[in-house]
Nanobody
Framework: PVRLVESGGGSVQAGGSMRLSCAISGTTYNNNCVAWFRQAPAKEREGVAHILTRGAYTYYPDSVQGRFTISHDNDKNIVFIQMNSLEAEDTAMYYC??????????????????????WGQGTQVTVSS
């Protein structure tokens, strides 16, 4: 089975940086859509970074553009998200999600929670102001 395991969450002061990792196992495809979502209390889950693992194409919403960077280590099959200039509003539970067998055109097609079939358990990020 496909398994996603996040790590790297914790607490940081506003303006600081944090990197989260998502270790992926069990997928038979090398062209997957992988995304980081976050969910703050009483808010909907939103995608903050998307990557196609073949070709490393990426997409970011305006809210994090220029601050967050998603990347994929092909050898270890780990997806990272580097988060810089963190703000209190970035405080949330962060989840890694995967949809198998994606193409480049799918990167902008699959942006919502319902588009992804596999999820990690989440890791908490808390930014203090």
């Amino acid at each position: 089975p496909v398994r996603l395991v996040e790590s790297g969450g914790g607490s940081v002061q506003a303006g600081g940086s944090m990197r989260l990792s998502c270790a992926i196992s069990g997928t038979t495809y090398n062209n997957n859509c992988v995304a980081w979502f976050r969910q703050a209390p009483a808010k909907e889950r939103e995608g903050v970074a998307h990557i196609l693992t073949r070709g490393a194409y990426t997409y970011y919403p305006d809210s994090v553009q220029g601050r967050f960077t998603i990347s994929h280590d092909n050898d270890k099959n780990i997806v990272f998200i580097q988060m810089n200039s963190l703000e209190a509003e970035d405080t949330a539970m962060y989840y890694c999600a995967l949809r198998q067998n994606c193409d480049r055109v799918d990167l902008l097609r699959y942006l919502y929670q319902s588009d992804f079939h596999y999820w990690g358990q989440g890791t908490q990020v808390t930014v203090s102001s």
